[in-house]
């Protein structure tokens, strides 16, 4: 296939429920098995997106199912790029919330940063106050 080829893209609004992490979750490995990456990656991708968009209706939205969660994604060749966007609190310290371990929720392991960063090649995070927050992620697929 030429790189037109395999070039796509998605984009997805949904409700801020807990069940609705799998759809994103599929969709997008839907979106980047066009790159036939390896089922390693493919399974990293998908814990990537879903640990994001878990983190956007658990602490961007208090779980409040009202809300909505934006979920983009790109694939050029063998370069998938996802954004994931939530209009929520915000993250006060990025740095913190990034750091293994860390939760706002008790009852959270606070790991996914940590699994974002360690399958994904690059995590941006962009945050303000009581405006949301966007998370991109970034995997090249192996050749």
Same mark, same amino acid.
């Given at each position: 296939?030429? $790189?037109?080829?395999? +070039?796509? +893209?998605?984009?997805?609004?949904? /409700?801020?429920?807990? #069940?609705?992490?799998?759809?994103? =979750?599929?969709?997008? @490995? @839907?979106?980047? /098995?066009? @790159?036939?990456?390896?089922?390693?990656?493919? #399974?990293?991708?998908?814990?990537?997106?879903?640990?994001?968009?878990?983190?956007?209706?658990? +602490?961007?939205? &208090? &779980? !409040? @199912? %009202? =809300?909505?969660?934006?979920?983009?994604?790109?694939?050029? &060749?063998?370069?998938?790029?996802?954004?994931? =966007? !939530?209009? $929520?609190? $915000?993250?006060?310290?990025?740095?913190?919330?990034?750091?293994?371990?860390?939760?706002?929720?008790?009852? +959270?392991?606070?790991?996914?940063?940590?699994?974002?960063? $360690?399958?994904?090649? !690059?995590?941006?995070?962009?945050?303000?106050?009581?405006? &949301?927050?966007?998370?991109?992620?970034?995997?090249?697929? %192996?050749?």
């Amino acid at each position: 296939m030429s $790189g037109q080829e395999l +070039h796509n +893209h998605i984009e997805l609004t949904f /409700a801020a429920r807990a #069940e609705n992490v799998a759809l994103a =979750r599929l969709l997008v @490995a @839907a979106l980047a /098995a066009a @790159a036939d990456p390896t089922l390693a990656e493919l #399974e990293e991708v998908k814990v990537a997106v879903s640990e994001a968009v878990s983190n956007a209706i658990i +602490h961007g939205y &208090g &779980g !409040d @199912a %009202a =809300r909505q969660v934006q979920v983009s994604a790109e694939l050029d &060749g063998r370069l998938l790029l996802v954004s994931v =966007r !939530d209009e $929520g609190v $915000g993250i006060r310290d990025i740095e913190l919330a990034m750091s293994p371990s860390y939760s706002t929720e008790e009852e +959270h392991l606070g790991l996914g940063f940590a699994f974002m960063t $360690g399958f994904m090649d !690059d995590v941006q995070v962009m945050s303000a106050s009581q405006q &949301g927050t966007t998370v991109r992620l970034a995997k090249h697929f %192996a050749e």
